[in-house]
Nanobody, 119 residues
Framework: VQLQASGGGLVQAGGSLRLSCVAS????????MGWYRQAPGKERELVAR???????NYADSVKGRFTISRDNLKNTAYLQMNSLKPEDTAVYYC??????????????WGQGTLVTVSS
């Protein structure tokens, strides 16, 4: 299983970015997809998750600004980030959680994409 994250970059405060995470080698429609982030010197934290049926949940710090979505035909999860703040600066990781054909649980991580928000 591979998760390829992209879309990070440098943006000014108030700007927007869209992150993408393409999954391969897995039955994407069965996966809970998530975006996490890790700022320098801090623990990795959940940003947003989306279930196979499209239910979502968000960290309080990003509610109303970020939107997670998925395109099951493209095996891709997205994170639309609007009204970015300097405190959103972090490496963002995508994550897939599911079960294989023998109902064994798995979790995979993408390689991370850096988001830098300048003030």
């Amino acid at each position: 299983v591979q998760l390829q994250a992209s879309g990070g970059g440098l943006v000014q405060a108030g700007g927007s970015l869209r992150l993408s995470c393409v999954a391969s080698g897995t039955i994407f429609t069965r996966n809970l997809m998530g975006w996490y982030r890790q700022a320098p010197g801090k623990e990795r934290e959940l940003v947003a998750r989306i279930t196979p049926t499209g239910s979502t949940n968000y960290a309080d710090s990003v509610k109303g600004r970020f939107t997670i979505s998925r395109d099951n035909l493209k095996n891709t999860a997205y994170l639309q980030m609007n009204s970015l703040k300097p405190e959103d600066t972090a490496v963002y990781y995508c994550n897939a959680v599911g079960q294989d054909s023998l109902t064994r649980p798995y979790m995979y991580w993408g390689q991370g994409t850096l988001v830098t928000v300048s003030s």
